[in-house]
């Protein structure tokens, strides 16, 4: 597969040493430095969306000011520290980077017809489909108007292109669901543009506020846009590791609902003829049952394909690192690169 192929191995001591590291450190640990800046975040993030109705402000409570990691606006926030940004719109814009992917998360259930999110109901399955579409788009109305209250056009841009390809990407997912013979370049592309583009939206845009010259603008987007492919390759190698409890999702959600992701498409290279044919019949049909599902699992295990696409992740992982030598080495840098690291690691 041309595009696998491309990925190189990990093969300098330095690499090594830094996806070692990462094992020594729980992803909590790794947010230490920027915790401060995560609890302003949490504090305010509901005073930033005004609502004149009550299921709406439901609803947005219901997602926004629910918590979790806040990946996003962490990396963010890393990014700000390590140029020494501390100004007026630091919380602001990690603010618009959760709300577009709230957002985004709102529309995607309705349209995937999810019913659970983070162990939570999701807000379709409570309020409607039609609260959570409407909810959605005034939640992004609103990230819109804190970008352009930071008088960057470049900032505006970055965002307004973000929310493009993440519909763009949601779309290229639909057109191939149950499709066997999806490939690599496609399921990537699709990464890119559902995970990939907002965050390096993110990174770039600390960098527009912290000055950055525009090699390093560019060298942040690429480090956000690698890392955020490595980010979702994880979790598609963990629907066929993990365990609900600990993952808030049910195991196997993508493949019951139809979405072929790398741990299968690796199988099209290592599966025997005949169990190729079998997963290309049993997708086909549309309407998969338990024991189909389980079967295909199986074989990702007998495979090693899951594990397989972890080391894929990897890979992009220590090329997003690489993107940083454009900056002085430091300490924000190094807390940076260990958070990257520890992303695609989180699993230990």
């Known amino acids: 597969m041309e595009v696998l192929a491309t990925i190189r191995e990990i093969s300098t001591k330095a690499a090594r040493e830094l996806v070692a590291s990462a094992k020594d450190f729980s992803l909590d640990r790794a947010l230490t430095p920027v915790a401060a800046d995560l609890e302003d975040l949490n504090r305010n993030i509901s005073g930033f969306l005004p609502s004149e109705s009550v299921t709406s402000r439901q609803v947005i409570d219901h997602v926004v000011a629910s918590g979790g990691k806040r990946i996003r606006p962490a990396?963010?926030?890393?990014?700000?520290?390590?140029?020494?940004y501390r100004g007026e719109h630091l919380i602001p814009i990690a603010a618009?980077?959760?709300f577009v992917h709230a957002a985004s998360l709102l529309h995607d259930d309705v349209v995937d017809n999810s019913t659970l999110r983070r162990n939570k109901p999701t807000p379709n399955s409570i309020w409607g489909d039609q609260a959570a579409v409407l909810s959605g788009d005034l939640v992004y109305a609103r990230a819109s108007e804190m970008m352009a209250d930071t008088g960057s056009l470049e900032i505006v841009k970055l965002f307004a292109r973000a929310i493009r390809l993440m519909s763009e990407g949601e779309l290229l997912q639909l057109e191939n669901v149950f499709n066997p013979r999806v490939s690599p370049e496609t399921y990537l592309r699709i990464l890119n543009c559902k995970t990939a583009v907002l965050i390096a939206a993110a990174c770039r845009s600390a960098g527009v506020l912290g000055g950055a010259t525009v090699e390093q603008r560019e060298a942040l987007a690429r480090f956000g846009e690698l890392t955020g492919v490595a980010f979702q390759l994880i979790d598609d190698a963990l629907d066929y590791l993990s365990s609900?409890?600990?993952f808030g999702k049910?195991?196997?959600a993508d493949l019951k609902e139809g979405k072929v992701t790398m741990p299968v498409i690796l199988l099209r290279d290592l599966a025997t003829g005949?169990?190729?044919t079998r997963i290309s019949e049993t997708l086909a049909r549309e309407t998969l049952e338990d024991a189909d599902i389980e079967w295909i699992a199986r074989?990702?295990?007998?495979?090693?394909?899951?594990?397989?696409?972890?080391e894929?992740?990897?890979?992009?992982?220590?090329?997003?690192?690489?993107?940083?030598?454009?900056?002085?080495?430091s300490s924000e840098r190094a807390d940076l690169e260990t958070l990257a690291m520890k992303l695609v690691r989180r699993f230990n």
């Open 75 to 84: 990396l963010y926030f890393f990014v700000c520290r390590m140029l020494g």
């Open 96 to 98: 618009v980077t959760e």
């Open 244 to 246: 609900s409890a600990r």
């Open 250 to 252: 049910p195991t196997l």
């Open 274 to 276: 005949a169990e190729q």
């Open 299 to 310: 074989l990702v295990e007998k495979h090693g394909t899951a594990l397989r696409t972890i």
């Open 312 to 329: 894929i992740a990897t890979e992009y992982t220590l090329e997003a690192v690489r993107c940083l030598s454009v900056f002085p080495e």
